[in-house]
């Protein structure tokens, strides 16, 4: 009999995950809830796998000294306590459990909200300090209030759903959501933030923390906040602007906040929230119910179960596809994801950005891959949208379609070259697609832009300019990008006729300024200046 597979469970897990663990008996469990990094690091040769919270910290020492692991198993969300790099590097599967705490964080939000409008903590503080002061405790009531929910993700989709069984106008700002999503959630959309911040009552954010919503509830956006507005926090810190929050508090604009999460965690000492009493500080613990700590456990344990044993590496963040040959996919993917991005991007630039449908046609030798490539481009769709730890090749078409946005592989028509791809986005009225060729010998290039013909390496931070085509465009564009200290990577110019539309695609080292958009909006003749960075690889 071949010798056990050693899995080290540590932070204490629930006790229904390890179960599933023990059940398999080519598995050997160890339970230490508390090793100490220096115990830790001599003894964990021995495991195959480690199941854990965020308390054990699997850095990149511990990962080189870890000779036999396989499996990293987080039972919970964020993966900020592993070396992922590393882990991929020594080819070592890293596992998370990102849905198991949405219904927690939901209650919780209306726990909170309650607590604050009837004063629920001022209440019972006062009873156990030997008082009865009802008359201060007077409250307000949640039923015909307007709920602003900003993301309707998991989280805010279970907030809608519970917010309509307490008789509240539930309307939400989320531009990359379809309006089926909405429909379904019995929803009313707001167009852009500020429609939605005129109107809430109740204002709370439910996005990841990206380049996008940081500081996206500031100053400016309180002051469009109803007088007496409240606003939630349960999402990242960092997303409501602390000075902008404690200044609308000071002034008596806002009635209140809830705050379960802080740039910093844990907040220690002096925090300037500390004293205001209309504020509701929480210690970051909108996923510690006892159900969500056991579904996270149990997924996570269930996960690392079928990859020890099966070999199944579905839910691996850092895995590549299972069966495909990464060597020569790699690229194809890389180009895939791109050039669903610079789709994106462009049709956000018109002002579509709630897309409907993704296709993907690809020639003949990428055919049989094309589920991997239309993964990857919905990787690439919903790159900084999503949380990035929660997307991967595996679960991007699921994420893609539970968003609402159809995913098709397009048959026929389409041979330009045996390994091109050519990805198309629809978003209501409006349409782009985007292609290149990854072939085997070169790196892959982006070919088409809509209409027109391009030949680039989508790489680095890609411009898409549209203008007209008339002379000095090049130049003064050039002279711009000089200016602001950005160095032209490659240059290509394509129009469909003379004296038409020009588009030009220009790939830059690193990232620009953030004013190059304006700069460059601002030449004569140029109509539309796109900026794609792009993200991790395929
Ligand atoms: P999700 O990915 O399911 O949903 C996020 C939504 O935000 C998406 O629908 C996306 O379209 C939308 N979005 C992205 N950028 C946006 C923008 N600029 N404007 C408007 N909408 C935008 O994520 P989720 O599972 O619902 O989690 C939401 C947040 O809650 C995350 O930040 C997550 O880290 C956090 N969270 C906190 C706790 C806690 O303990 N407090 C627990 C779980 C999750």
Redesign the pocket.
């Known amino acids: 009999m071949p010798a056990p597979l050693k899995i080290l469970v540590t932070d204490e897990i629930d006790a229904e995950g390890v179960a599933l663990l023990r059940a398999v008996p080519e598995f050997d469990v160890d339970e230490q809830p508390t090793l100490t990094p220096p115990v830790l690091l001599e003894r964990i040769g021995q495991y195959d796998a480690i199941v854990g919270r965020s308390a054990t910290k699997v850095t990149e020492a511990l990962l080189r000294r870890a000779v036999r692991l396989k499996v990293v198993g987080r039972a919970g969300?964020g993966v900020d306590n592993i070396a992922m790099d590393a882990a991929t590097e020594l080819g070592i599967a890293v596992i998370n459990a990102?849905a198991g705490?949405?219904v927690?964080?939901a209650e919780l939000f209306f726990g909170s909200v309650i607590s604050l409008l009837r004063h629920l903590t001022r209440a019972d503080q006062s009873m156990h300090e030997g008082r009865w002061e009802r008359s201060d405790l007077l409250g307000t009531e949640l039923r015909g209030k307007t709920l602003g929910i900003?993301?309707?993700?998991?989280?805010?989709g279970e907030v809608a759903q519970r917010a309509h069984a307490f008789g509240m106008d539930v309307h939400a700002?989320?531009?990359?959501?379809s309006d089926e999503r909405f429909a379904a959630l019995r929803v009313r959309r707001a167009a852009t933030?500020d429609a939605l911040l005129g109107v809430a009552g109740i204002v709370t954010v439910?996005?990841?923390?990206?380049d996008?919503?940081t500081g996206?509830i500031g100053a400016a956006a309180m002051a469009k906040l109803p007088r007496g507005a409240i606003v939630v926090n349960?999402?990242?810190g960092g997303i409501v602007d602390d000075d902008a929050l404690r200044a609308a508090l000071d002034r008596g604009h806002l009635a209140g906040a809830v705050l379960?999460?802080y740039v910093k965690e844990p907040l220690t000492g002096e925090h300037p929230f500390r004293p205001y009493h209309n504020v509701v500080l929480l210690p970051?613990?909108?996923?510690s119910s006892a159900e969500a700590q056991r579904n996270v456990a149990v997924d996570a344990c269930a996960a690392v179960r079928d990859a020890l044993l099966n070999g199944d590496l579905s839910r691996t963040l850092n895995g590549v596809l299972a069966g495909e040959d990464a060597a020569t996919l790699g690229p194809a993917l890389v180009l895939a994801r791109r050039a669903a991005a610079v789709a994106r991007a462009l049709l956000a630039d018109r002002g579509a950005t709630a897309i409907d449908e993704l296709t993907i046609k690809t020639g003949d030798d990428l055919t049989a891959s094309a589920g991997a490539l239309l993964a990857a481009a919905a990787a690439g769709l919903l790159e900084g949208?999503?949380?990035q730890e929660?997307l991967n090749l595996i679960n991007a078409r699921a994420l893609a379609t539970a968003?609402g946005i159809v995913l098709a592989h397009g048959e026929g028509g389409f041979a330009p070259h045996s390994r091109a791809i050519e990805v198309r986005l629809s978003a209501g009225a409006h349409a782009m697609r985007v292609g290149g060729v990854a072939a085997l010998d070169f790196t892959p290039r982006l070919t088409r832009i809509g209409d027109f013909h391009v030949d680039v390496a989508p790489r680095g931070t890609l411009l898409v300019l549209t203008n007209h085509d008339v002379p000095g465009v090049i130049g003064r564009v050039g002279t711009a990008l000089a200016e602001a200290g950005v160095n032209i990577a490659e240059y290509h110019q394509a129009r469909l006729a003379a004296g038409g539309d020009a588009l030009a695609v220009v790939t830059i080292d690193g990232a620009p300024p953030a004013h190059v958009r304006d700069t460059l909006m601002a030449l004569r003749d140029v109509r539309s200046a796109t900026i794609v960075r792009f993200g991790g690889d395929a």
């Not at 439910?206 to 990206?210: D, G, M, V």
């Open positions: 969300v990102p705490n949405t927690a964080v900003v993301g309707l993700g998991r989280i805010g700002y989320d531009p990359y959501v933030l439910h996005t990841p923390l990206t996008e919503t996206m349960m999402a990242r379960d999460v970051h613990i909108g996923a949208i999503v949380e929660r968003r």
